[in-house]
């Protein structure tokens, strides 16, 4: 059970603070201000209940602003209307106030216009039926000052909206005009990789044929048997400054030859294909961009087979592409780690539930090409619904079965 409790406070203790600090802390000063009125006004005032319990209402509806703001402000006005009806010698204290303000911003801020505009009908109305009933917030000057407060506090959300809109379909035309990108690099190294084969190919063909003619005439035409040792080495010199030419291409990311490679042996670049070790620079990327991104990687999966890591990073790198593409800011978790006593990869890519979606349905493309991938490497992935709410991307991969 303590297990169970420790996990759901490591997955969100971020939403417990930013929900309830706010309201704790206005509810504290609410019950000071209304123990001291109490104690300091005149003999007959309201007692204390009736200013303390719709103050702790009104700061326990604040703890929804942010995922059912209209409720939110509905408990609020309640509480802040409820009791002149009731007590007519209650007050409203400025913490009521408070929390009604924050409460309308709240709706201006997470709700569609339209919706919101409902709140600060309601508001407005609400302000209206106070100032009938406490005649000294009718005079000009107070319900003006009051009316400005709500307005300015309702104008700020729809602003703070617009910007976070802007900035999120800035951050996702950036991140999809990177992942077009790497997808372009991508398809070129795949055409490279077509020539590269057909040049091998080819090469070894004529250069085994040579080779057995030139051994058959080594004894009865030395000099056929030269002609032929030539042109191996002509085709070899040729066929090697071609993969030279070739190679810095397929290596290259964005435009850059031979990106973070290193010369060979014989001074030809070398550019090794990703590994589980690149993960970390792929997520650094993402965050540098705009999309939060929490590395988990276990220990133990330095020195897997080349092929399993190659897998394991595409899976990684389709996962933060489908977030990009489905989920936007939302965030995504990756976790990397050796199973059944390291006789399997395990590779996870979550992400949370999305505010808004730039593209609520894709083709799959990406997701059965990479399902391809991992059953050919004899693995097994399943993507859908995460326990608690966004999207799982879960693959498993036989280590043995993957080729190094």
């Not at 302000?127 to 003006?144: N, T």
């Not at 040792?229 to 990311?253: A, C, N, V, Y």
């Not at 030859?257 to 070790?277: F, I, M, V």
């Not at 595409?314 to 989920?327: F, S």
Request: charged content about 20%; glycine content about 12%.
């Amino acid at each position: 059970m303590f297990g169970v409790a420790r996990r759901w406070w490591k997955a969100h203790w971020q939403d417990v603070i930013f929900d309830g600090a706010p309201p704790l802390v206005l509810l504290v000063l609410g019950m000071f201000d209304a123990v001291t009125g109490a104690l300091s006004g005149p003999v007959g005032s309201a007692p204390v209940a009736t200013s303390l319990i719709p103050g702790a209402v009104s700061c326990l509806g604040l703890l929804l602003r942010r995922h059912r703001p209209l409720v939110a402000l509905a408990v609020v006005l309640l509480a802040v209307l409820l009791p002149p009806l009731v007590a007519p010698t209650s007050v409203t204290y400025w913490n009521e106030f408070v929390v009604w303000v924050v409460a309308l911003y709240s709706c201006a801020r997470h709700l569609p216009r339209a919706r919101a505009l409902m709140g600060l009908g309601v508001s407005v109305a609400a302000m209206a039926a106070l100032a009938l009933e406490y005649p000294e917030l009718g005079d000009p000057g107070g319900l003006m000052f009051n009316s400005m407060v709500l307005v300015g506090a309702f104008v700020t959300g729809l602003l703070a909206r617009s910007r976070t809109e802007y900035l999120e379909r800035s951050i996702r035309a950036e991140l999809e005009r990177a992942v077009a990108q790497e997808r372009a690099v991508a398809q070129e190294r795949q055409r490279i990789a077509r020539e590269l084969h057909d040049i091998i190919s080819h090469t070894i063909t004529v250069i085994v044929m040579q080779a057995g003619g030139a051994r058959l005439a080594s004894q009865s035409d030395p000099r056929a048997a030269q002609k032929a040792l030539r042109q191996i080495e002509e085709l070899g010199r040729s066929s090697l400054g071609e993969l030279r030419t070739l190679l810095p291409l397929l290596g290259s990311s964005g435009g850059s030859s031979n990106s973070g490679g290193r010369p060979g042996p014989d001074g030809t670049p070398e550019t090794p294909q990703p590994t589980l070790a690149d993960v970390g620079a792929l997520c650094e990327r993402m965050r540098r961009i705009g999309l939060p991104v929490v590395l988990r990687a276990g220990a133990g999966t330095e020195g897997l087979p080349p092929g399993l890591q190659l897998t394991a990073y595409r899976v990684v790198q389709e996962g933060l592409t489908n977030v990009i593409r489905h989920a936007g800011r939302s965030g995504a978790t990756v976790r990397i780690a050796l199973e059944g006593e390291g006789e399997f990869l395990a590779v996870e890519v979550e992400n949370g539930v999305a505010d808004s979606v730039l593209h609520p349905a894709g083709s799959r493309r990406g997701l059965h090409g990479l399902e391809e991938r991992v059953r050919l490497a004899g693995g097994e992935l399943h993507a859908g619904p995460a326990p608690h709410g966004g999207f799982l991307l879960s693959v498993r991969l036989p280590v043995a079965r993957v080729p190094a």
